[in-house]
């Protein structure tokens, strides 16, 4: 079983940055994709990045491409989600999540493991 557990989230002004980051109990947390997905009140969960097994491919929403940037730190079994020029949109719960087949996917039916998730809330 591998548990997630997200931190660095909090309030922030449009146009501000957030850097969060999941760490995981793994370890063989290299072997695993990772991702970040957020679900605002009312909505459904959106995905937002995601970094293959080996740190050489990442995936991104439209809507965060070229704000966000997705990383990882085998060494410190951690994710990080670098987030910036953020606005009130981005306001949501953020949830890391881990794939064993290590390939990175948008599709949220493709992770196996969910941490709890960290709200980040962007005033205008």
């Known amino acids: 079983q591998v548990q997630l557990v997200e931190s660095g989230g909090g309030l922030v002004q449009a146009g501000g940055s957030l850097r969060l980051s999941c760490a995981a109990s793994e370890r063989i947390f290299s072997n695993y994709a990772m991702a970040w997905f957020r679900q605002a009140p009312g909505k459904e969960r959106e995905f937002v990045a995601a970094?293959?097994?080996?740190?050489?491919?990442?995936y991104y929403a439209d809507s965060v491409k070229g704000r966000f940037t997705i990383s990882r730190d085998d060494a410190k079994n951690t994710v990080y989600v670098q987030m910036n020029s953020l606005n009130p949109e981005g306001t949501a719960v953020y949830s890391c999540?881990?794939?064993?087949?290590?390939?990175?996917?948008?599709?949220?039916?493709?992770?196996?493991?969910w941490g709890q998730g960290t709200q980040v809330t962007v005033s205008s």
């Open positions: 970094i293959k097994w080996s740190g050489d491919r990442t």
């Open positions: 999540a881990a794939d064993l087949r290590g390939l990175g996917s948008s599709r949220s039916s493709q992770y196996e493991y």
